[in-house]
Each structure stands twice: as C-alpha cells, then as structure tokens.
C-alpha cells in the first residue's frame, strides 16, 4: 500500500501534537472566545484554499501541514506569563492564574473565575465601544465593590477587550483599553470608528506620553485602561469590520 505526501505529512503533524501533550509544562488559565478561533481558522482557510492551485501533491500536503498548524497558534494568541502579568496588574490583590493546556489553549481566572483573555489589540474580533450614554468609569479593579477610578471615557470611544466575564454567553464584567483610533489600520473608511476618539478625563497622574502602537502590536504610553460592567459597553460581535475574515 503506497503512502501518500499527505499521510506522511498528517503523521507528522499527529507525532508532533502526541509530543506537546506528553511534555511537561509550568501552568501559569486563559480561555480563548470561539469568535476568535473561528476567525483565525476562516483565513487560514482561505489562504491555504487559494494557494492549491497549480499545486502538486506534495505542496498541497505540505500546505495543509502549515494550515493546521497555523490554525492551532491562532487559537492561543499571546504569552501565559505575560497575560497573567497583565491581569494581575489590571486588579491589584486579587489572585490571577493562567495555564497553558495540552493542546496549546490558554485558560485563565481571576479570583476563581473563568476569565477569557489575551494581549492582542490588533485583530478585527477585539474591538468594542462604549455605549453608556454619560460614559463609563475604568476601576483599577476586577470585583465592581473594589475598584477605584483610574479614567472616564466618553459615549462611543473605541475599545480593546482584553478580558472577559461571561454568564451564560453574556459579558459581565471586562478589562478594557481605550484605543486610538489613529493607530487602527481596520479604521480607514470605516463608519464604526467615526467620533470614536472622545476625550479621556484621567483620575489619576499620567506620563504625559501620547498612547502608541508599537512595531511588535503591543501598546504603550498613556492608554487608559481598566475594568468596566459589561452593560456599559458593546463588542464588535462580528468584528471592527465585518467584510474582514477575522485575521
């Protein structure tokens, strides 16, 4: 029986995924939202789709053995440590955990709950608004009876979600970041970041340094962030910009 590039290749693949789960590694939870993992696998798709033609065989499962793989780190974007470091920054004196499991996935809590989270402010998925008429207070602090003010953001100004309560598939409570809309690439032409940019009223001291992309998609500077009840904002469901395919 002749084995085929593509055998060869999927075992590889399954030889390689039996590895990662027998390795030993250090737990640092954070759940990945299935938007998330449902966008990244759309484009990868139709990269991989669009690359058959004129492929032989061998390029074809060479392709395929790029896809999966691709498609496995999409749904665990960003650092465990650097993701806990980040919620533990976001709720000082609560107790923030993050595990990477078997199959590469990130888990997270937060005070013993279930928490999805992650460090990307790029992708089309994490975009949200502010909708709450008056604006809406950041806290410096995960449980509501314990944050204090750390900015107040105006009605419409744009959002990173980095993290999430859910209940029942309804957001409860989430860390976000208010981003420029200057530094958005899916903002061009795009009516949902129209008079997004409101004015940041600071509750506390700042560095007095303009709040910037930077080359590895990381923020820095004076970005205003923090916790926020979920009735007060809305996520972009269906991306920043829902032509997108979810990169």
């Known amino acids: 029986m002749s084995v085929t590039p593509l055998d060869l290749t999927l075992q590889m ?10 390795r030993s590694v250090k737990t640092t939870f954070i759940s990945i939202s299935p938007s998330v993992i449902v966008g990244c696998a759309k484009d990868h798709a139709r990269r991989f789709l669009s690359r058959q033609r004129g492929s032989d065989a061998c390029a074809q499962a ?12 999409c749904a665990a974007p960003g650092d465990t440590h650097a993701v806990q470091a980040m919620l533990q920054a976001s709720s000082p004196g609560s107790a ?38 008056q604006g809406v207070t950041l806290e410096d602090n995960f449980k509501p009876s314990a944050g204090k003010p750390v900015a107040h953001l105006g009605v419409n100004q744009l959002l990173c979600l980095r993290a999430a309560q859910r ?31 409101s004015t940041i009223e600071w509750k506390r001291p ?42």
């Open 13 to 22: 693949y399954s030889s390689r995924q039996k590895v990662a789960q027998e």
């Open 62 to 73: 060479l392709s395929l053995a790029v896809l999966l793989t691709a498609t496995v780190a």
């Open 96 to 133: 923030a955990t993050c595990t990477l499991d078997p199959q590469g996935n990130t888990l997270c809590t937060l005070d013993g709950t279930q928490i999805d989270a992650g460090d990307d402010c790029t992708s089309n998925m994490v975009f949200g608004a502010v909708t709450a008429d």
């Open 167 to 197: 209940k029942g598939g309804v957001l409860v409570r989430a860390l976000v970041m208010a981003i420029p809309t200057r530094t958005v690439k899916l903002c061009k032409d795009n009516e949902l970041c129209k008079d997004a940019d």
């Open 206 to 247: 700042t560095t007095g340094i303009l709040c910037t992309l930077e080359p590895d998609g990381h923020y820095t500077g004076d970005c205003a962030s923090g916790w926020v009840d979920g009735n007060d904002i809305e996520e972009y469901s269906m991306g920043l910009k829902p032509e997108d395919t979810g990169a």
